[in-house]
């Protein structure tokens, strides 16, 4: 699901999946996760940062949603023909950050007029501030509640990046409690992390990495195809 580096198996060859997706600790709230691509300390984090936090980089919505907007246009079908068909809604995961009254991403997605997907604000509340190390790969029941009009639909959640994918899945799982029938996360970023072992190789060869649009993680691929992916 997240294409994160995975560990070393018994065999001497590396896992698959990573443990979370493999071992279903999240599937239960999130049919699945495709990020758009890798993200570092210092790289496209930094940008969602100070996009985050700082008024001075405020321009950099721009391009933020410049590249989500291309990335839906030519995949949003690849996500719906692997994850049981097209999206009812878009909703953003909330953060306590905010610009001008409307949450950071919210502000982003407006930039744009026409999206393949209809965001809608405000379907997901926090109800907790506690940071994000201290939710690291767990589902916290109750760190978001969603509005009841997602009961029945079918929703693409969106978030800034994924590092354990903690705060991804208690947002799905705040949503499938209000009766949402599917949730499929997206996110600018797969955060690798630079302390963990299996993802140094990775993390140094992305310079050399062009960032590649024309493909995505789900691509052309169908519910079937993932099944036997393991
Ligand atoms: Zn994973
Ligand atoms: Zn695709």
Not at 6 to 31: D, E, K, M, V
Not at 81 to 107: E, I
Not at 202 to 223: K, N
């Amino acid at each position: 699901m997240c294409h994160a580096p995975t560990p070393i198996g018994p065999q001497g060859t590396h896992y698959a999946r990573c443990f979370p997706c493999n071992s279903g600790r999240y599937s239960t709230a999130l049919r699945g996760f495709v990020p758009i691509c890798y993200s570092v300390h210092e790289g496209l984090e930094g940008a969602l940062w100070r996009v985050k936090n700082e008024d001075a980089s405020s321009w950099l919505q721009l391009p933020l949603a410049s590249l989500l907007w291309t990335f839906l246009n030519s995949h949003l079908k690849c996500i719906e023909g692997a994850y049981g068909g097209a999206f009812d809604l878009g909703v953003t995961v909330p953060s306590s950050k905010q610009r001008n009254g409307v949450n950071h991403l919210d502000a982003l997605l407006s930039c744009i007029q026409t999206w393949p997907v209809p965001w809608k604000r405000g379907l997901l509340t926090k109800m907790r501030s506690e940071p994000a190390a201290e939710r690291r790969q767990q589902i916290v029941s109750d760190l978001f509640s969603a509005d009841p009009s997602v009961n029945g639909r079918r929703i693409l959640l969106l978030d800034d990046t994924f590092t354990s994918g903690g705060t991804m899945a208690s947002a799905a799982h705040a949503l499938r409690d209000a009766g949402a029938s599917c949730v499929v996360g997206i996110s600018f970023g797969r955060q690798l992390n630079v302390n963990r072992e299996e993802a140094r190789d990775l993390i140094s060869e992305l310079p050399q990495r062009p960032l590649d649009l024309e493909t995505c993680r789900v691509h052309g691929m169908s519910e079937v195809d993932l099944f036997f992916m393991g």
